[in-house]
């Protein structure tokens, strides 16, 4: 049974600094490309940055570059979103998404394998 499990959200400040995490199992970690997306209340769901299998490339939302860094262990089977200079348009439900698909068809979040459960992200102004 494939799991992903998010954590560190929290409520913070604006202009501070949080750092997400997303432990999974049951999947072949190394070979999967792994994402972040967000929702918040009353919008759509939005990609913010996803990293390739090997660690090699990664790519942002032009909302979140510059502010957010995602990186991985594939020795831990772990991916990470640090995010720093937090604004309240940060708010949301942060989702890690595990997939196989092509970038543009996973960004899209339509053609994603696994989501996770979310981790809550509150910045206050």
């Known amino acids: 049974q494939v799991q992903l499990v998010e954590s560190g959200g929290g409520l913070v400040q604006a202009g501070g600094s949080l750092r997400l995490s997303c432990a999974t199992s049951g999947l072949t970690f190394s070979t999967y490309t792994m994402g972040w997306f967000r929702q918040a209340p009353g919008k759509e769901r939005e990609f913010v940055a996803d990293?390739?299998?090997?660690?090699?490339?990664?790519y942002y939302a032009d909302s979140v570059k510059g502010r957010f860094t995602i990186s991985r262990d594939n020795a831990k089977n772990t991916v990470y979103l640090q995010m720093d200079s937090l604004d309240f348009e940060d708010t949301a439900l942060y989702h890690c998404a595990a997939g196989r698909s092509g970038p543009i068809a996973f960004r899209s979040g339509l053609d994603v394998d696994y989501w996770g459960q979310g981790t809550q992200v509150t910045v206050s102004s």
């Open positions: 990293i390739t299998s090997s660690g090699s490339t990664t």
